[in-house]
């Protein structure tokens, strides 16, 4: 059984930075690919990036490009977010997702295993 755990969120001043951790346990810890979702009360989960099991093709949600970077220690079975530049709308909680084989996806519903959630607070 895959378990994500997510650690590293906070209360932060608008333009600050945030390294939200992602550890993976389980059968396909290091295999799967990994990716990031945040979500607000009433709104649907929303892409924030990706990483292939590789660790060689990340993408990005559009809001977050240039400011998040996603990254990956296979060794550790860990995936990073740092979060730099903080913006009061990136208020949200931040789970980790995983799902097996090597591509990944910016549709939550293709995700089969997720952490509890961090939640990150950003105010202006």
Known sequence: QVQLVESGGGSVQAGASLRLSCAASGCTGSMDAMAWFRQTPGKE????????????????????KGRFTISRD?????????????????????YC?????????AYYGNYDYWGQGTQVTVSS
């Open 74 to 94: 296979s060794a550790k079975n860990t995936v990073y977010l740092q979060m730099d530049s903080l913006k009061p709308d990136d208020t949200a909680v931040y």
């Open 97 to 105: 997702a995983a799902r097996p084989g090597r591509f990944t996806s």
């Open 45 to 64: 989960r929303e892409f924030v990036a990706s990483i292939s099991s590789s660790g060689g093709n990340t993408y990005y949600a559009d809001s977050v």
